[in-house]
């Protein structure tokens, strides 16, 4: 019922020299810390769906989730979200971009990257 985000991202070398090895900077949606480094990355699911048969329970899950890049550069922002795409696409179908936005607060970069994992019950 969770995809294997933070695995996926924390074993990908190249992204942790970018987002942090200790602690990696990926969390679930709501639980990044107060004052987190940037760049970092969070997600959430949105959507799930069991892929349902006639003949028997699901065997798969499709979880439609969003992962967002936070970063203080614009440049930074789209480095870790071109590795974040990257790094998932093996694992899950990638489904869009979404918005591309600076905060207006604090003119920090948010990329948004949508993603369809199907997990195995």
């Keep these: 019922m969770i995809p294997p985000i933070f695995n996926i991202l924390s074993d990908n070398q190249t992204l942790t020299n970018l987002i942090g090895n200790s ?9 990044a810390p107060p004052n987190v480094e940037y760049p970092y990355i969070t997600w959430h699911v949105f959507s799930g769906l069991p892929e349902n048969t006639l003949d028997r329970a699901p065997l798969l899950d499709v979880l439609s989730t969003q992962v967002d890049v936070w970063a203080k550069t614009l440049s930074s922002c789209l480095d870790v979200a071109s590795l974040v795409r990257d790094a998932l696409e093996p694992h899950a179908h990638m489904t869009g971009i979404g918005s591309q936005e600076r905060d207006t607060d604090t003119r920090n970069y948010r990329v948004r990257l949508d993603f369809d994992f199907f997990t195995e019950r």
């Design 23 to 31: 602690p990696v900077r990926a969390f679930p949606f709501g639980e």
